[in-house]
């Protein structure tokens, strides 16, 4: 049987920083899509706390050649908004991103999973850092607004779970230990929203499909 292999692209959120790496939400979704019977290798995960959509790229390009993925999943952006950097820029490097992220899935729009940017202004972080919540959720709205449009205009989906972190807010159970990343139960929520989405786009998938 011919399995299917998973790259998973982003930033500490898919990284899972401060969590056991099991916790990761590439895979739990992919464990998820397993116990589904889809014969998906563990993924792997191009993604480092801190990158921008430009250190992403930069990072991609370092480790050419990628090949050809079955899945690939995208969520980036949030170190953009952290340092201020201008909405337009986000929006050039995400759109970059994304046809890098089609063309690694075989020119396959359809093999492509975006998850929009959590808001971690609802954190103890945020509050540590005397940051504004309103500000951060209007700057992260922005960020996702664009990103969603851009997907739209590309043909990939983009599931949002932003909503999910801002009710998960700064619950101890929901985040990691340093009071900003998510723990692997907020993660879990991720992937329930995330997996009806991933299950739909792998339909009858195989490695090497072209459909």
Same mark, same amino acid.
């Given at each position: 049987m011919s399995t299917i292999r998973y790259l998973a692209l982003g930033d500490s959120y898919t990284i899972g920083e401060g969590i056991d790496e099991p916790g990761r939400w590439p895979l739990q979704l992919a464990a998820r899509l397993r116990a589904d019977g889809l014969a998906l290798e563990p993924p792997r995960i191009l993604a480092r706390t801190g990158w921008t959509t430009d250190e992403l790229s930069a990072a991609m390009d370092a480790a050419e050649p990628l090949?050809?993925?079955?899945?690939?999943?995208l969520l980036i952006g949030v170190n953009n908004q952290y340092r201020g950097l201008p909405l337009a820029d986000y929006a050039r490097g995400f759109d970059a991103l994304l046809a890098r992220a089609i063309a690694l899935a075989g020119a396959r729009a359809g093999r492509v999973l975006v998850l929009s940017i959590p808001d971690w202004g609802v954190t103890p972080f945020a509050r540590r850092e005397l940051r504004s919540p309103r500000r951060i959720a209007a700057e992260l709205d +922005?960020?996702?607004? =664009?990103? %969603?449009?851009l997907c739209r205009a590309r043909g990939v989906v983009f599931v949002d779970i932003t909503g999910i972190s801002r009710d998960a807010g700064d619950a101890p159970a929901m985040l990691a230990d340093d009071g900003l990343h998510p723990s692997a139960a907020?993660?879990?929520?991720?992937?329930?929203? +995330?997996?009806?989405? =991933?299950? %739909?786009?792998l339909a009858g998938a195989s490695a090497g499909d072209q459909s």
């Open positions: 090949g050809q993925w079955d899945f690939v999943s +922005a960020c996702n607004a =664009a990103a %969603a449009e907020q993660y879990a929520r991720w992937v329930d929203a +995330a997996l009806p989405v =991933a299950r %739909a786009l």
